[in-house]
């Protein structure tokens, strides 16, 4: 099969995150990936109901792609077709943009992206698939842009931050409806004199 570099060497990706998802990291890796490496220009790759094939055979090994400067530009590894273990990206001077991780086609754990000025992009918490724990976004100057919280997939609060600094979002979640600042309007008042929850007169969120 051309285009297709076998190594010997069977690399473990290894991506930082918390205790809870290190431990889903260390159940991860009985999945051993076979270490066939091929080019994504390779004709006889192609995808099918959300599923890797070389050929007619469903795909366990990594896909790489490259500039045409030969710098690496993305390496993602498969497991039977799906996505598993970590996933790079990379900008053409070879500093690194991201590195997600993926259990069963599902992203996983941390994710995290870089500006080209290697300044943190983005940092994603994910459980199989879903949106658990932080969401933080930065600008290309490093500073804050946006910070979430997700449990289990559901969205219970959020902070925004223009690059000046100032807050133009800061709201909690209940019954699924935001209460707080959005576009620095209110949504809804967060509490009134009895420290419940009222809806403002300058509700948005219609």
């Known amino acids: 099969m051309k285009n297709i570099i076998f190594i010997t060497i069977i690399i473990f990706c290894s991506c930082n995150g918390s205790s809870n998802q290190m431990q889903r990291q260390q159940a991860f890796k009985h999945i051993v990936i076979p270490s066939i490496k091929i080019l994504?220009?390779?004709?006889?790759?192609?995808?099918?109901?959300?599923?890797?094939?070389y050929g007619d055979t469903l795909f366990s090994g990594t896909i790489e792609e490259y500039f045409t400067?030969?710098?690496l530009k993305s390496s993602q590894s498969f497991y039977k077709g799906k996505e598993e273990g970590c996933s790079y990206s990379f900008y053409?001077?070879?500093k690194q943009?991201?590195?997600?991780?993926?259990?069963?086609?599902?992203?996983d754990s941390i994710n995290l992206g870089w500006w080209s000025?290697?300044?943190?992009r983005f940092e994603y918490h994910?459980?199989?698939?879903?949106?658990?724990?932080?969401?933080?976004?930065?600008?290309?100057?490093?500073k804050a842009l946006k910070y979430l919280l997700y449990k289990n997939g559901e969205e219970?609060?959020?902070k925004g931050w223009r690059e000046n600094g100032k807050l133009f979002m800061n709201y909690v979640m209940k019954d699924n409806r935001r209460y707080g600042l959005m576009n620095s309007q209110l949504c809804y008042s967060l509490k009134n004199e009895k420290g419940e929850?009222?809806?403002?007169?300058?509700?948005t969120t219609k």
Not at 126 to 142: A, P, Q, R, T, V
């Open 197 to 203: 929850f009222v809806k403002s007169s300058s509700d």
């Open 69 to 71: 400067s030969h710098q």
């Open 92 to 94: 053409e001077d070879g």
């Open 97 to 107: 943009e991201s590195k997600r991780y993926f259990h069963l086609g599902e992203k």
């Open 117 to 120: 000025n290697g300044n943190l």
């Open 156 to 158: 219970l609060s959020g």
């Open 126 to 142: 994910f459980n199989n698939g879903i949106y658990d724990g932080d969401y933080k976004e930065w600008y290309f100057s490093g």
């Open 40 to 53: 994504q220009t390779d004709s006889s790759l192609h995808f099918k109901n959300g599923f890797c094939f």
